[in-house]
């Protein structure tokens, strides 16, 4: 049976038909509006399409913020602004059919749990490393909600006591550590220090970003302040994921996001930085670490997938 | 249907028959052997003299120590010096009845969670403060073992980057902060600065230890040093709980062990230390914090109750 | 008899006839491909051309990368942008002769130990100092390959706890102080200080780097910021020198690479540094220093005879 | 066929016939002499006691210090003040067989890679930790010697750039850092501190040494500053091996000695360290960890057996 997945982003929407087994038949993109009910209207529209030459089960939405327990309501998403916002009852009466509302990490880190790199295992770990952080949890085959609908704010751990303030409102948390931004800030720290800094100095835009281009050419030709930037940001995650072992004992840790593209440049310090945070490393069976293998689409395809399963 | 639990503790092995409301109908206590195959008759005979009298499903046993996935096999009890010991199949042998095996402390979380302070929410983690840290974690009213067994192991977060140095093998755990001994090390650490510490220091015995006695008069009295060695471990405790909150959003923390006697001198500054380490606080629901009401029985009352739901 | 030996550089591929003396009979080079394959066909070609002509009894295959220990595949050839390749397989399907393939630190040193600087020792240390550091351990007359294939990672000890990250994702690797990039660091450290950096900041280009041939320039004209630069990189591969000594007790440490070329400019403060880091230096015998003699083709040579032995 | 090992130790002499599966058959001890000739002679008893009742084909003696390449004269023995001692020939003229000579680290890693932890390995490294730092090299099956008869001096590298003097004449060796003397003070250091070091200052004798039954117990017990010495001195010898896999890639690490009496208390931290130092960790395979098995006879055994096989 297939399932609708949208994926409300802070600056497009993504819709697709998805097959059982992961396929996007068909695919949908338009801006996103700035406005709360013309968004709805966008969402209901693209189903409306979607579902005009497929036949279709359920529908499932993304979109970042808190939701409560009951996948129904958006409490807080910072990014559209939305306080409170009934979403799942309006889509419904919209569109006609079952609507799950979930957090853009769950249903990123459900689609690479149900068909990409988290395939055969039953507890993982996906940590989305975009402009901050998104975490998702899976514990024996099921996604982790928490008790109040708030779990895997895995970026919001406390890293460094007393440290960077974050949006949360709190100091230190790992997301101010490791994440596309911390990346961007480490570097322009590096680059102002002089000397190994010179290859980020001299990339830097007038704005003071190093672009993610210029950033991965600069690690590929090993110049050491671009190295020395993803080592801070990746020891801060291997630290972190050292936390979530303590806690949750996975089997696997995904890693996805554009800072994820960095692959095992990003894995090598990582794995080391984790190797001094789990208790007792090498007296009993740890995780392991994958980069994330469907993309931008996971959490299309894993909202679709999530809205299938909530239907039956 | 009544069932049997073990708990073998450091210095003695408490054994009873428990209800399935949580009673306990009778009950045994001896002194734990060295020698780890005595240790086994000991239990087997517990065992046969309970279930003499008492019609009884199954058997759970708690122990300190890590125990594999499937509940059968001790991979590393540090106080008994057990390693890779199959004592389900052992104990089965002996004793006739279906065995679990279930870590100490998630056997006592087990315990509130359905007969004590945890009663009738669905999410809970419990925290047991001895000598050490105990961790539990419920889920939706599941215990979480998992993926390689060993979830849950609360106290060893990093909670001060190239912190003091634990057992674990790592610097900066949480129950160099957070625990008995971490109360211990806080006092000695303020009678030897004086000045407020003055009370602590002439209650230190000659080897240094402010005994736990002591401890209580002091804090009744409001001695500033020990209400000093309180704050410190209730503000590490608290930020822990932080961390907690933002990967596992429990409704309930369940504070128990010696330590867990304070009550509201341990939570008042518990919470509010608490609330500098939640994203987002006062944005959404957070959990609750209450102190176990099982006491030392939790681990017997607990794991008694998992071996029948195990064996069903 | 007579061998082929294929040198795969990132920007050519360089191919001979060997003779058992260590005479190239023949030589071509063509640019290396970007494509996988691409660059398997321009082997088999090469191979096929300079077979058609010469009586060869076997083919050596040298690239940068991580080689398992049964020469095979090629773990991870960064460069190239292999992984898990089983490159000598499809190798020797093409080219219908056994193939061999090698590490190219691993060939150089071999060329080096067989027909360069190391002939008549039996136990040396060739270190490459291009853009990298590469290693070669040559015991008792054979070539190191270790339990993994892996060793002989030679600047990747550690030479400065906490210190510059390196690209293999630890910090303070001897390749961040002792190395062609290295030289470039120090020279663009010296010249922003100002002072004796003088020379070094006038011969910059804009993007930060003092060419090659300036660096020659400088030193042969007693530049106070050159020699110091020179100093720096020779200090901290004397010490690591010192490691090996202590490690492995060579009769003779081969220097070769392009920062080589700097000669006794390069030796006479390494060894001083060397002699600062020997346990009981002047108690016993230590390792004499010298320079390469085979340049560029130490790797075409050295795996073309590492083919013919392998073959035999 | 029976060999016979001797050990000589600062102490003792340890004498046995060595069966060819490493069991030894008869043992015998005699307090060391001072005087280098009543040494000899007290050799040559040792053995004419043994082979007046075994067949006997070889006789191996182990003693600390550097012994040439050829294995036939002590170059410096510290503990005994023997220089340039052509031992094995005035042996072989006394004893009437054929003798070898081998430093006492090598003895011990070779009789753990015969008949010990390193059974089955190929590529093994043995770290033993007495008063200071033992070190033996087995590469693809052998011994590794070196040009000069003084490798594996492992205690030796830098771990620290201008750190503690060493009795070598260096600064920063890994033995000063990492060893049973380095533990004494690492713990007198904690002492001193106060606060987390009372335990150690209370077990403190008057001459300033925590005893090593006296730590044990600290250890067992969590004390805070006993916990910390065993912390810095694995970090270090975890750092140490990361420079040994670079250079070796053994498949094994054994650790032997008082100081491994610690088990995996010694061993967490240890493993945690190296993956902070090995290059590209995570990315290939690495090296194990085992405690040796043969205790304080591995010497004897191991030189027993070398013997045996260097008079084949």
Redesign the interface.
Known sequence: MRNVGIDIGGTKIAGGVVAEDGTILEQRRVPTPIDPSALADAVADMVAELTAVHDVRAVGVAAAG?IDASRSVI??APNIDWREEPLRAELEARIGRPVTLENDANAAGWGEFRFGAGRG???MVMITLGTGVG?A?I??G?L???????????G??????GGRP?G????G?LEQYASGRALQREAADIAAS???G??LA?ARTSEGIVPAAAMARLIAE?D?GA??A???V?TALG?GC???Q???????FVIGGGVADLG??L???L?????????????????S?AIATLGNDAGLIGVADLAGSRAR
Chains 1, 2, 3, 4 share one sequence.
């Open positions: 808190f409490l807080h295992v039953r507890d975490g949890v514990i024996d099921e982790l909600l928490g008790g109040n609908g708030t779990a895997a704010e895995l919001h751990i406390r890293f460094e006591r974050c949360c409102g709190q100091r948390c002089g000397g190994a010179a290859g001299a090993g050491p190295i020395e993803v080592h801070r990746a630290e050292g936390a979530f303590a806690v949750l004992d996975p089997q696997l095992e440049r894995l090598q310090p794995r080391s930085a984790y190797a001094t945070a789990v208790p007792g490393y090498g007296e009993h069976a740890v995780a670490f």
